[in-house]
């Protein structure tokens, strides 16, 4: 019973899936850069504007994990 | 008078005459019983996931979000999407605290963080300094509205001596006093729905047919300086830039949700599970915000701000400076009663979240100073009637505040502002874990975070970052970031020291209360 023991700690392993997007949307390093760039946008825009919708998927995956 | 765009005035004028109208029946939705604090000021907690997520969405990107990181990345360029780490960071915040803060407060009936705090602390002076930090810092962000709204009357070509300069000003912010008044906060949740649909028919048209007529992204980029299109690697002992571009991130994501109007917007949704929900759904208004940012390079590839190419816009550009990319960009991409549409998308975008600003901050007046301070045992009615003249107060204050000190000293304001708000954060957002922390520590964590943030602030002339030395090293970031910092280190000592002398522990909430 995954979802009772949310309820109960307060707690979820799921959650540690927002530690990994934490981490690549502020290694700088990793994006600073332009190339590959796509339809013309250079990487460090397109691959942040890309890790919203990333960021969106995996809210609503924890969402739908953790639900009572 | 003479260059006024009267196809853009007229369509202007009409959207804003319906979200008038709009206003005022709002009074009506979903009806209850508006002398009610609950009601006037949270709307009654009815709103579901989907009229929240057009309430929050609308709350948080505020016009002058959308008129200032475009300008940011015309004038500075790869730094202003920040904002977009930025917001990526605060939905997994949402999406965890918030429910907690959601659910104690629907168990206690909690209007505002301040009653919070008094009932998890059990402390008037520690609730007594949120509200405060709450109010100061929504003021000069209110009027920050009203410079996004000035921004884009001055584009529609309206511009005069004196106070008939003002008069547009005045009139969109007598129309936005009047409707909060009568409908609380029924009235911006059902104009969000309006102004969210014109800003995302706005940015996505922006964001293919500019495009299309400047010969795609490659192009645009092309035309962009070098040293705008990617942020600078750091040099020597510093972390430069990127830290500057991390800790921005970091420190904004921390304040955005202690900011009242954004606690009111989301402890007026109708359940925790409509809370968890938004955290998913809102990131389209994030993709829209970078994509937004992307103007401001479009403006640098068209070249809007060479007034040798375009000295139609050299004025706007004198007055407004860089915020008058935006207007200037819409001008020479769109036809006439397009840019009345994208104006009033940002006019209407600036009522919103005004509107939502002046009522958390006269729910907090009302709840967490007068009832507390001045009139313990005012009756229900009494208690909204005070809450529905402050709105009124803080709102004129920060219109007066627009028509008499220049704009530099508002935006300022603005920034300090965050470095005050994130003070908030070990009380409020900890104490929705815990309450290991005590309660005269986290007073004394956030009266050193205020001061020493402050004073920062001004040594470096109100810019947002501070070059922190540290061990031969030199780490420029956000002021706020690094303050709130030195508040929880304060905090957490003291917090020893005063548990270790057995200092005595209140609290109003059960562990069971933040728990679906």
Known sequence: MANHQTKQSGWSWWYLIFIGLFLVSLWVPLYNRVDPTFIGLPFFYWFQLLLILVGAVLTAIVYFATEA | MKDVNWVALVVFVLLFGFITWLGFVAARWRKGDLDLLSEWGLGGRRFGTVVSWFLIGGDLYTAYTFVAVPALAFGAGAIAFFAVP????????????????????????????????????????LALAITVTGIVATMPYIALQLVGLQVVIGGLGISGAGWVADLPLIIAFVILAAFTYTSGLRAPAAIAIVKDTLIYLTAFVAVIVIPIQLGGFGHIFAAVPPAKVLLAAPTGNSTGVYGVYITLAVGSAMALFLY???????????????????????????????????????????????????????????????????????????????????????????????????????????????????????????????????????????????????????????????????????????????????????????????????????????????????????????????????????????????NAMGAARRDQTAAADYRA
Do not use: C
């Open chain 2, 260 to 498: 009242p109007h954004s606690m009111t917007g989301m402890m007026s949704a109708s359940s925790a599970h409509a809370v968890r929900r938004n955290a998913a759904l809102l990131p389209a208004y994030s993709l829209m915000l970078g994509l937004l940012a992307l103007l401001g390079f479009f403006a640098i590839a068209i070249g809007v701000g060479d007034a040798q190419k375009f000295p139609e816009f050299a004025a706007g550009f004198a007055q407004y400076k860089a915020n008058f990319a935006v207007p200037a960009l819409f001008i020479h991409s769109f036809p006439s009663w397009f840019v009345g549409i994208a104006f009033a998308a940002i006019g209407i975008g600036a009522l919103v979240p005004a509107a939502i600003m002046s009522i958390a901050s006269a729910n907090l007046y009302t709840r967490n100073i007068h009832r507390e301070f001045f009139n313990p045992n005012p009756t229900d009615k009494e208690e909204a009637q005070i809450a529905k003249w402050v709105s009124l107060i803080v709102k004129f204050g920060a219109l007066v505040f627009v028509l008499f000190v220049p704009t530099p000293y508002a935006i300022d304001f603005q920034l300090l502002g965050g470095v005050w708000i994130i003070q908030t954060f070990p009380t409020v957002i900890m104490g929705l874990y815990t309450r290991w922390f005590n309660d005269w520590a986290l007073l004394i964590g956030w009266a050193t975070g205020t001061a020493v943030g402050t004073a920062m602030s001004a040594v470096v002339q109100f810019k947002p970052t501070w070059p922190l030395m540290l061990g031969g090293w030199t780490l420029p970031g956000y002021t706020a970031f690094y303050t709130v910092i030195l508040n929880f280190a304060v905090a957490i000592v003291l917090t020893l020291v005063f």
């Open chain 2, 86 to 125: 930025y917001t990526i960071i605060i939905y997994p915040l949402m999406f965890l605290a918030f429910p907690r803060l959601w659910r104690v407060a629907h168990k206690h009936q909690y209007i505002t963080a301040g009653d919070f705090v008094k009932g998890r602390y059990g402390n008037r002076w």
